[in-house]
């Protein structure tokens, strides 16, 4: 599916603020993370066609818009939050062994994971820095919002860590993870370009219920991707997931339930060592044919409705709708 136009027009608005405010860094940090965010060449491995969706920006900057706000209101809390997801997926690579990202070496693995852990720390920092250049009481408000947002992350990080101690993970605690990791970030996003235009409490409420649940279906559709996804278009080995034993949406949905794929599943993932590739493909079988992947992706389609019901609710520009609802359409079809 082709990228909405308004994620294009963002992109060219954003990406030059990102190099500048993250060139204040120190020198010897840049390696790292303009490697990382796909800016530079190194070791020979050429630079990556999509170096990223910049998602989270331009939600940030059409919120802005929505409520009759400029473009460029927003740009500092696009760029914060754009950081805060990069400094996310840089430990995520560490955390989870992911030794490849857009079809490249991750930054870990390029370089050293004592390098990808600072430059990580770095954009965590430089995030809040960018935002409170200026102490007005948008700026203000808005880190205040990061830092919950990025506390609710963390934990959500946390949990999913934790999953890959028990045997068993039910889909309801597998979604209140999912909500803390991907949600509340997504929400974020689509609610401070409201919160740096000083709209009212209700309107960016209603902006932060729609990035929530386009966050969850945002999920939805990458927790598929991570076991049947095409790793030409997603950058990552096929049956990634269940090669790592992650307790993902279609693997939980198949553990909770009492049927014979959800023996044959728990005991693929109790073997002691890394499994084979002949078991990540029976596994990947296993839940298909148990209902894992379509009820998935019907979860996917259930919060993507629930977002549009909270955008229809919300007071913001038409033209605007329509680009946010072009945008969780994308997200829910995309293929990486």
């Known amino acids: 599916m082709e990228s909405p136009q308004a994620l294009n027009r963002v992109m060219k608005l ?40 910049r998602l989270r920006p331009a939600l940030a900057v059409l919120s802005s818009e929505a409520v009759g706000g400029r473009s460029e209101t927003a740009i ?17 690579d560490i955390i989870d062994g992911d030794k490849e990202r857009r ?21 965590h920092t ?11 009481p948008e700026r203000v408000q808005a880190a205040r919002r990061l830092v919950d947002a990025t506390m609710t992350m963390i934990s959500g990080q946390a949990s ?13 605690e597998c979604l209140k993870m999912e909500a803390a990791k991907t949600g509340a970030l997504l929400g974020y996003a689509s609610s401070v370009g409201a919160v740096l235009s000083g709209a009212n409490e209700d309107t960016c409420s209603s902006l932060e219920v729609f990035g929530y649940e386009l966050g969850l279906a945002y999920q939805a559709v990458d927790d598929v991707l991570g076991i049947w996804g095409d790793p ?6 096929v049956g990634n997931d269940l090669r790592e034993r992650k307790k993902s949406m279609p693997v939980s949905i198949v553990l909770s ?3 014979s794929e959800a023996e044959k599943l728990s005991d693929i993932f109790n073997i002691t060592g890394e499994l084979s590739e002949e078991e990540v493909s029976y596994a ?9 992947r379509e009820a998935t992706l019907e979860e996917a389609d259930k919060h993507l409705k629930r977002a549009t019901e909270f955008l229809n609710n919300a007071d913001i520009r038409k033209e605007t709708f329509y680009e946010l609802e072009e945008i969780a359409k994308f997200v829910v079809n995309r293929d990486s």
């Open 103 to 123: 079809h490249r070496p991750s930054a870990w693995t390029a370089f050293t994971v004592e390098d990808a852990l600072i430059a990580g720390d770095a954009l």
């Open 14 to 53: 954003i990406e030059p603020e990102l190099i500048n405010s993250v060139k204040k860094l120190s020198d010897d940090l840049l390696p790292v993370i303009e490697y990382h965010f796909g800016w530079k060449t190194i070791k020979g491995f050429k630079t990556p066609k999509d170096a990223g969706k």
């Open 284 to 292: 990947s079988s296993l839940i298909e044919n148990a209902g894992g």
């Open 257 to 259: 339930a009492n049927s």
């Open 126 to 136: 430089l995030a809040f820095q960018v935002l409170l250049e200026e102490d007005t």
């Open 76 to 92: 500092p809390g696009a760029v914060a939050v754009e950081m805060i997801h990069n400094f996310s997926l840089i430990h995520d």
């Open 160 to 172: 999913d860590m934790t999953f890959d101690d028990l045997p068993t993970v039910s889909f309801e």
């Open 232 to 237: 030409k278009v997603t950058g990552k080995p």
